[in-house]
């Protein structure tokens, strides 16, 4: 099975700072790879998909990138809206599978 | 206006059994693969299975094989979750959440409100 290591766990910035999360899988999965939002009580949204689309309606600040094994979800500039835990998430179609990241707690300095 | 409306919370005793439901609408509910989400308290997020409903091709991920049954019935776009034997261990929120693409396995763009189950003698 498929291993997605998320760093870090939970940061701490500024309002206007830039935030940067990363995700690896422990093997190649392409840009099969995507990002949420979960604020607390609430459902997780999806923001980025397939590494580095943005989901109709999410603002642009949010941006991912990476393929194969290494991944990057950038805030560019945090706004206090912005916390929440963010997680990455692999899929497979051969066979259908789904993976998620460890999450990373993101909150305001 | 694509839609999950999961049942409500449920509060059960160990080795009762139970099964939670996630109805779609909006949407040609067939043509898309509906997975469950776990999360219990405090932790992150799990994936269990998949089901498409057009066949009830269902896939389940290794922790969650034999420990829940996960079906669906196309003719009312509902899809659902099951367990025989409920444990304390079971207590957590549970999403049911659609695949973005037709056919294809791929990232949940509509989650459903979540249902919390609460295990306790």
């Known amino acids: 099975d498929i291993q997605m290591t998320q760093s870090p766990s939970s940061l701490s910035a500024s309002v206007g700072d830039r935030v940067t999360i990363t995700c690896q899988a422990s093997?190649?999965?392409?840009?099969?790879l995507n990002w949420y939002q979960q604020k607390p009580g609430k459902a997780p949204k999806l923001l980025i998909y397939?590494?580095?689309n943005l989901e109709t309606g999410v603002p642009s600040r949010f941006s991912g990138s990476g393929s194969g094994t290494d991944f990057t979800f950038t805030i560019s500039s945090l706004q206090p809206q912005d916390i929440a835990t963010y997680y990455c998430q692999q899929y497979d179609n051969l066979p259908p599978r789904v993976t998620f990241g460890g999450g990373t707690k993101v909150e305001i300095k | 206006e694509v839609q999950l409306v999961q049942s409500g919370a449920e509060l059960k005793r160990p080795g009762e059994s139970l099964k939670i439901s996630c109805k779609g609408s909006?949407?040609?509910?067939?043509?898309?693969?509906i997975g469950w989400v776990r999360q219990m308290p405090g932790k992150g997020l799990e994936w269990m299975g998949i089901i498409y409903p057009a066949d009830s091709d269902t896939r389940y991920s290794p922790s969650f094989q034999g420990q829940v049954t996960i079906s669906a019935d196309k003719s009312i776009s509902t899809a659902y979750l099951q367990w025989s034997s409920l444990k304390a261990s079971d207590t957590a929120m549970y999403y049911c959440?659609?695949?973005?693409?037709?056919?294809?396995?791929?990232?949940?763009?509509?989650w459903g409100q979540g249902t919390m189950v609460t295990v306790s003698s």
């Open positions: 909006g949407y040609s509910f067939t043509s898309y693969w």
């Open positions: 959440a659609r695949h973005k693409f037709p056919d294809l396995v791929g990232a949940f763009d509509f």
């Open positions: 093997q190649d999965i392409s840009n099969y």
């Open positions: 397939d590494a580095s």
